[in-house]
């Protein structure tokens, strides 16, 4: 299946620059006083709970007062594994897995009403982590996984790593492993029909090791076909990857240089073929998330340059995501940091921008950002 036959960013979003939320989980423990950190559903478990349920609905609704038209669901750590760490049936995941996805449509439905706006003017956004954000301890950040998804687990006394080396059926088998995870758990939420319907894009995030770049294009390319033979049509989505200290977790060797943003950015980018001899679909957008504000610019230098090297200069670009960490209370001078890469963003060649914050990016944050984007023209 061709990714110019899928619905693409353009289907859903009407303006050039689109602003997102922030950080929903830290938001929820910061400002609200849900205490959900080291929990194996983060924020999902406000979905689990009834009265809880309520400040996850405060949390999108007051992202949407401060600017934000996007709103990302409480879904990024929902996974069959999640859920079984918490004792939850797989019936039980299933409906807090919907119930997550339609608080988001429900704040969105209020804030539109009360507002006079239409609804497709915000969006609804299926977060999807990282496999890194299932296991115990999280590594979402250090992509550290257990065999078969990565070459060994972490360990408090040994020294870890996050590169096969040389072996090339271990790369394969983690890759495949990979794919089975994003397979099912995207195939899981494409079967619950009401959130289907609800979500209008899907993004899969920070994603901390190259690898699993192609697995998540694997899992998309098998989805959308397993759709397709259904009459259902795939979202649009996007794929952004965590850059700790501006770098990628992965190593070309065990403890050796690490991977560069632009070898991620080209495998995000380049065609190639899945293991059933399909075309691998290729993402609408593709960026960077939970990354400091002073890595933005050598990051986006970075997915420039694989885009030119990829696509080529003159040529329909993906859009670009740029969700940086919130700068902890200096809410004006982070807004005019990420306005300053959007700036020098806005004439590369982009399909469009989608930009928001990620963890400890409160509310007001997102405000001032929302601001400093309509002073500046966008």
Known sequence: MSGSTLPGLNDIYHKEINLADGGLGTTLEDILNFQ???TPLWSTRAAADEEKSQLLFQAHLSFLRAGARTLLTSTYQAASNTFEREGYSREQALRIMSTAVSIAARARALFCAENNVHRNEICVVLSLGTYGSSVTPMQDFDGIFPPPYGPKAYSATEENTTSFGDDVEGMEKSIQALTEFHTERLLAYARIQEAWDLVDGIAFETVPVAR???????????VAVSLHAEGKPMKPWWLTSVFPDGRCSETRVPGGEHMHAKEVANLMLREGMDGEGR??????GIGFNCVAVEHMH????????ASAQVIGEGRKWPWLVIKPNGGGGAGIGWADSVASCVDEAYSQGWGGMIVGGCCKARPVEINHLASTLKDRGY
């Open 212 to 222: 699993e770049v192609t697995a998540i294009r694997r899992a998309v390319t098998a």
């Open 298 to 305: 050598g990051l986006l230098d970075q997915f420039k340059a």
């Open 279 to 284: 075309a691998l679909v290729l993402p609408d």
């Open 36 to 38: 959900i950190a080291h």
